[in-house]
């Protein structure tokens, strides 16, 4: 540990105990300091605003502290906005984030933040509304749909082969969607893109299709072994953390 920053740690939590300040005499007795020592810490936590000097050279907690304070009651507090959330896994995990929800009818991207260590794909933007059957947005929204609704939908959307791995067929594409129902995850393994996977939830299933929402993360193909459990685990929890804010 190193000493003198303990040394100032307890100063300020003796300061904190005493309301109307303290004197530096009783600080270094109370805190087993030697004057010399105290001083010094005195100076410098007074110059970084973390305490302060009256008139009368009694010492109380500065103004730096209750800026501490405020951030931290923000971060326990958590995001705000469904976007300051986003921002938030991103930043944990290196990832895209993304959200979508049936716009007209359709499953479409209605918000991106990009993550540094996830492969760019220019396709998957604010608006994109095709190739729902090979996306794990599209996937995650299409499970909220009544079976018939869902066939309806992809005869006429059609099942585009965008990769070799694109399911194209609706009894394959409906046992995929049978393995996300029992996971809670819904997953495309390079369907859409050869090199990147993507794994999504359910944030809201109930209500008008356009009151659905599904949050999903992308990554390159090459992290999903070691990095599925972990995610999969992280997207349960961000399906519940989501719901107040979408």
Known sequence: ?????????????????????????????????????????????????????????????????????????????????????????????????FVARFVEDRPAVTEVIEGNRSPHVEDLIVGFDDGAHATALGKALLATLRPDDRARFLRAAGMRRFTGRTLVEPDAFEHDLAVGDESGVYAELGQFKADVACAGVVVRRDGNPSERVVFAVAMPLSDIRESWQRMSARLREAAAELQPLV
């Open 1 to 97: 540990m190193i000493q003198s920053v303990q040394r100032a740690l307890r100063i300020m939590e003796l300061v904190g105990r005493h309301a109307d300040g303290v004197s530096a005499p009783r600080i270094a007795f109370e805190c087993g300091l030697n004057r010399a020592t105290a001083y010094n810490l005195l100076r410098t936590l007074v110059y970084e605003g973390y305490l302060r000097r009256d008139g009368e050279g009694r010492y109380s907690l500065g103004l730096e502290v209750s800026d501490r304070y405020s951030e931290l009651t923000r971060a326990i507090s958590g995001p705000k906005t469904c976007g300051a959330y986003m921002r938030k896994v991103s930043a944990e995990t290196g990832y895209s984030t």
